[in-house]
C-alpha cells in the first residue's frame, strides 16, 4: 500500500456519460498530481494541485476538471466521455511543489463504452 | 515542451545478467530525473532518481547515469532477479516555473523480462 487511496478500482460507463474520480493523498503530502495511462499515449500529466490550488496543467481537455478540497483529498471530473477516454487515470501525491519524487495510487481504470 | 525517448521498448534477459535502460530528453532546462517500476496492476512505484548536480547513483543493484551534455540518462540493474520482471518508466522535470512547474514527462516505457 503507497499511501495514495484511489476509488473506484474500476469504472464501467457508458459514451456522454459523467464521472468522477477521488484521490486522498499520503498523510502530510500537499501536492496532488493527476495523469492518465493509456497505451498510445503513455503516461500523460494532466493537472496538479498544491494545497488547494491549481499549480500547472498538462494537455487536460475541457470536458475533464479537477479540484483539491480542504482536506487535501481530490477529485477528477470527466464529462461527455468518449471511446477514446478509456484508460488508466491515476493520482500521485508529494509533500511539496519541489519534491517530484511522487507515490502514485494504483489507479482507477475507466472504460467508456 | 519536454519531450522523452526511451529504449528499448522491451528487454528479455537471463537471471543474474544485466540490464540497461537509455533516455533522451530534450530540454536543457530539465534537472530531475527519476525511474519508477510498474508492476502489473498496480501504479508506478519510484525506484531511483537524479539530480542534474550528480553524474551517478547507486542504491544496491540500481544504478543511474546521467549525461547532461548528451541529455541522455541511464538505468542499469545488475543480477537481474525474477522479480525485477516489469515495465519501467524514465521521466524529466524541470522546476522553471509557468505552467510546467510540476510536472513529469514520461518516456514510452520498457518491459522488462527476467527468465529464470
Known amino acids: 500500500d503507497s499511501g495514495v487511496t484511489q476509488t473506484p478500482k474500476h469504472l464501467i460507463t457508458a459514451t456522454g456519460q459523467r464521472v468522477t474520480l477521488r484521490c486522498s493523498p499520503r498523510s502530510g503530502d500537499l501536492s496532488v498530481y493527476w495523469y492518465q495511462q493509456s497505451l498510445d499515449q503513455g503516461l500523460q500529466f494532466l493537472i496538479q494541485?498544491?494545497?488547494?490550488?491549481?499549480?500547472a496543467k498538462g494537455n487536460i481537455l475541457e470536458r475533464f476538471s479537477a479540484q483539491q478540497f480542504p482536506d487535501l483529498h481530490s477529485e477528477l471530473n470527466l464529462s461527455s466521455l468518449e471511446l477514446g477516454d478509456s484508460a488508466l487515470y491515476f493520482c500521485?501525491?508529494?509533500?511539496?511543489?519541489?519534491?517530484?519524487?511522487?507515490?502514485f495510487g494504483s489507479g482507477t481504470r475507466l472504460t467508456v463504452v | 515542451g519536454e519531450n522523452v525517448e526511451q529504449h528499448p521498448s522491451t528487454l528479455s534477459v537471463q537471471e543474474g545478467d544485466s540490464a540497461v535502460i537509455k533516455c533522451t530528453y530534450s530540454d536543457s532546462a530539465s534537472n530531475y530525473f527519476p525511474w519508477y517500476k510498474q508492476e502489473l496492476g498496480k501504479g508506478p512505484q519510484l525506484i531511483i532518481d537524479i539530480r542534474s548536480n550528480v553524474g551517478e547513483k547507486k542504491d544496491q543493484r540500481i544504478a543511474v547515469t546521467l549525461n547532461k551534455t548528451a541529455k541522455h540518462f541511464s538505468l542499469h540493474i545488475t543480477e537481474t532477479q525474477p522479480e525485477d520482471s516489469a515495465v519501467y518508466f524514465c521521466a524529466a522535470s524541470s522546476n522553471a516555473g509557468g505552467t510546467s512547474y510540476g510536472k513529469l514527462t514520461f518516456g514510452q516505457g520498457t518491459i522488462l523480462t527476467v527468465h529464470p
Open positions: 494541485y498544491y494545497n488547494g490550488e491549481e499549480r
Open positions: 500521485a501525491s508529494s509533500v511539496s511543489m519541489e519534491d517530484y519524487g511522487y507515490t
